[in-house]
């Protein structure tokens, strides 16, 4: 009888542990889902508690500051599952979406030229299509988006089952397949302010389709903590 009396105890306190773990992942914000689901590992949510504590302050600032520059979780980046119903193939899903990005850049900056262009010249240039910004706050800007150059096509794989499991061309973590980082406009207008990039990012992501993200590190010339732009919103990495 004891040793059925100490496995009961033990199967309980499995069964607690699964609670607690299946209630964890539950709470967790939709941002850190959507990191999770691209391979991120080093980001997490902080409490209301934990940012009451930090004098309104995010912890993660600090914490993404001692990666390495370079580091998937340090830099600006997309990430996207584009359902494989869109698209035939790789090379066709990356025509797609070089399209999708050009069309919703220049929803979002209606007073700009803006066009997909493609550099000439010399083969060892390592992004060469990218999206040229006439705009006058920025005059001759450019996004650089490698994910949507010829020759760097997503990966094959699963949507995260928040957004519905299915078949996808995936686009996020670095590499030579699906690279997902940014750079350039808005963060080359110098005359911009941070709410007027954040402004932008809110327009471009909500004209984007709603199975991109767009991932944002502590910046200066944006937050002083991750956050996530999708559909229109900003989310925070907060339970």
């Given at each position: 009888m004891k040793i059925v009396h100490s496995l009961l105890l033990i199967l309980a306190a499995l069964g607690a542990a699964a609670a607690q773990a299946r209630d964890s992942e539950a709470s967790s914000s939709e941002a850190l889902m959507v990191v999770r689901a691209a391979g991120f590992k080093v980001i997490h949510d902080v409490t209301p508690k934990e940012l009451e504590a930090a004098g309104g302050t995010s912890p993660l600032g600090p914490l993404l500051a001692a990666?390495?520059?370079?580091h998937m979780e340090n830099s600006p980046r997309f990430l996207a599952w584009m359902p494989d119903d869109l698209a035939a193939s790789p090379k066709a899903a990356t025509e797609w979406f070089a399209k999708a990005w050009t069309t919703a850049v220049g929803q979002s900056l209606p007073a700009a030229?803006?066009?997909?262009?493609?550099?000439?010249?010399?083969?060892?240039?390592?992004?060469?299509?990218?999206?040229?910004?006439?705009?006058?706050?920025?005059?001759?800007?450019?996004?650089?988006?490698?994910?949507?150059?010829?020759?760097?096509q997503p990966k094959t794989g699963k949507q995260p089952e928040?957004?519905?499991?299915?078949?996808?061309?995936v686009w996020g973590p670095p590499g030579q397949r699906g690279e997902g980082s940014l750079d350039g406009y808005p963060w080359t207008a110098e005359t911009l302010t941070n709410a007027e990039r954040v402004d932008f990012m809110r327009r471009l992501s909500g004209n984007l389709p709603s199975w991109v993200y767009i991932y944002i590190p502590p910046d200066?010339?944006?937050?002083?903590?991750?956050?996530?732009?999708?559909?229109?919103r900003v989310l925070r990495f907060v339970q």
């Open positions: 990666l390495p520059a370079d030229h803006v066009e997909l262009k493609q550099r000439e010249g010399d083969q060892k240039i390592e992004v060469r299509r990218y999206i040229a910004v006439d705009a006058p706050e920025c005059a001759g800007c450019m996004i650089l988006a490698p994910g949507i150059d010829v020759g760097r928040f957004l519905g499991s299915t078949g996808s061309y200066s010339k944006f937050f002083s903590e991750p956050v996530v732009f999708n559909t229109g």
